[in-house]
């Protein structure tokens, strides 16, 4: 069975970096066809697309988040990452990952990210 775990900080300042991590297990991130993802929700809001990596390791962000985020693996561990940079309180929200296409149905708990001073 695939579980998917996402990790971060939870609580981080405005303009600080934020580093978040999801955890494959049951699966590996280098499968091909596969990509993988990150969205988000924020409080009261729909779910937002963030980016993804390939199985080969190609990344993509949003428009109007692509200077603000980087997303990585390390595929030792099966992992893959995605840092903000310079977060505002509008990057609160509850982050997520899975994969495209044909997304897992059992998304893991996601983790909360709260951007406060």
């Known amino acids: 069975q695939v579980q998917l775990q996402e990790s971060g900080p939870g609580l981080v300042k405005p303009s600080q970096t934020v580093s978040l991590t999801c955890t494959v297990s049951?699966?590996?991130?280098?499968?091909?066809?596969?990509?993988w993802i990150w969205i988000r929700q924020p409080p009261g809001k729909g779910l937002e697309w963030i980016g993804y990596?390939?199985?080969?390791?190609?990344?993509y962000s949003i428009p109007s988040l692509i200077s603000r985020t980087s997303i990585s693996r390390d595929t030792s561990k099966n992992q893959f990452t995605l840092q903000l940079s310079s977060v505002t309180p509008e990057y609160t929200a509850v982050y997520y990952c899975?994969?495209?296409?044909?997304?897992?149905?059992?998304w893991g708990q996601g983790t909360q990210v709260t951007v406060s001073s």
């Open positions: 899975n994969r495209a296409p044909r997304p897992y149905k059992d």
């Open positions: 990596i390939t199985a080969g390791g190609t990344t």
């Open positions: 049951g699966d590996s991130i280098t499968t091909d066809y596969y990509y």
